[in-house]
């Protein structure tokens, strides 16, 4: 079983392939730590970008944000969702690839699942198993843990999976954190997360889903839990994804659905003693699976899906064409 694992996080999926990068991933250095800081130098955080030469980037560690071009993407989520995407504008904005002495106005402005999901495709071009996992850091603000996306990747010679996070230059910014061997506890897991917050062991609001908007406790802990199951079958989601039956209403899930989340917490807790039984659910469990977007509601889905779908009143596809209709 444990070869079966270490394949299954050797593949990619559509997110992590890296097509004709492959080759070029592989002349990436083998150290973890130095290929994290490589990788970090290629992408500004959007927050970063945003806060300018302040806070974190008072001192410039992630270079001059007065030299970002004004009309350049604030932030390329929507634009470069696959690491080859990622790949192919680095090469384009400069031709020698991976550099550390990136140009400001060549890199590009991406947040945590992406830089995660680039790792994560070095990683298994190069033949290592490699998995992103998303979850919530308590390590960038006291009394608040962020929801944030990291990496592991399987050591042989240490025989376990060791945690990173390359998000960021946080030892060089001296953060009390062991950057590419983060320690089990802290790191705040989906599955661990919830639990807690179900049980009444931890309090649901100071896990914060960076929407704007204070989305935290359940909503912000199921959208998490359901993204840490895909990206443990290497389907990493963007933020513009949820299961269908989730999309519009992750705070009036039921106690049913809370329940079922439940059950799926307790199998990611472990999840490679529980491998089996995540796959199945993978494999058979269309709500946990079928996806709407920004382009896909609840009608799209078919009869199939009818006894868990939303009422088409109260999909987004809905709205959009009731609007359209209506108004032009």
Known sequence: MKEKILEHYRKTGAFTYSGLYA????????????????????????VTLKEGNTNFNATLLYGDMKRYPWFAPRCHDDLLITAASMAAELFRLDERGFTKDRDVESKIVVTCRYVSVLMSAILKAKGIPARSRAG?????????SMDHWINQYFCEKENRWITFDADGFYEEAGMEIRQY?????????????WIAVRYGKSDGKKFLYAD?????GIPALARYLVYD?????????????????????LDSLSEKELCEFDELAELLLDPDKNFKKICSIWET??????LNSPLVGSCDHGAEYKEWSLPLKYS???LLYFFYFKFT
């Open 23 to 46: 080759q070029y991933f592989r002349t990436l250095p083998d150290d973890i730590a130095q290929l994290g800081r490589l990788v970090c130098s290629q992408v500004i955080h959007r």
């Open 136 to 144: 919530f850091a308590p390590y960038f603000k006291n009394g608040i």
């Open 181 to 193: 061997d983060i320690p089990h506890e802290k790191f705040n897991w989906a599955a661990e997360s």
């Open 212 to 216: 704007g908007k204070g989305t935290c």
């Open 229 to 249: 199951f895909h990206a443990l079958m290497n389907n990493e989601l963007t933020f513009s994804f949820l299961p269908e039956f989730m999309d519009g209403r």
């Open 285 to 290: 469990n269309r709500k946990f699976r079928v």
């Open 316 to 318: 987004k596809a809905f």
